[in-house]
C-alpha cells in the first residue's frame, strides 16, 4: 500500500492486488491517516463495479462523521452508480476539487 500526503490530504493507492486484500491493508493502515482527507485512488484495479465501490462504505461514513473527506477515484464506475454518500469520481484532480470544496464549507461551518 502507498501513502502519498500533501497537506491534510492522503490518497492511497496500490498496485498487483485484489481488491478485498488492498481493503483490508486500508482498514488496518487506516488508524495512520484517520486524521487527513483520504483520497483512494483505485485506478490500479482494471476491473471494478458499483459493487465493489460499495466495500468501502462503512470505512467512508466513519470517516466522514469526523468530519473529513472521503473520495473514490475511478473511471470504471459513475457515481451516479453508488449511494449519494458516497464520493466518487473519475480524476485525481477532481478528487482535489472537492476536498478543497468541503473543506471551505467546513469552514464556513456549512
Known sequence: MIFDKDGTTTIVFQENIELSKFLDNLNKAYPKIKNDNIIVNLFSFSKLKADDLLEF?????????????????????GYEEVPDKMIVVPTLQEAKDIIEMEEIERDLGL
Not at 58 to 68: E, M, T
Open 57 to 77: 462504505l462503512q470505512l467512508s461514513d466513519q470517516h466522514r462523521k469526523s468530519n473529513k473527506s472521503f473520495v473514490l477515484v475511478t473511471n470504471k464506475v
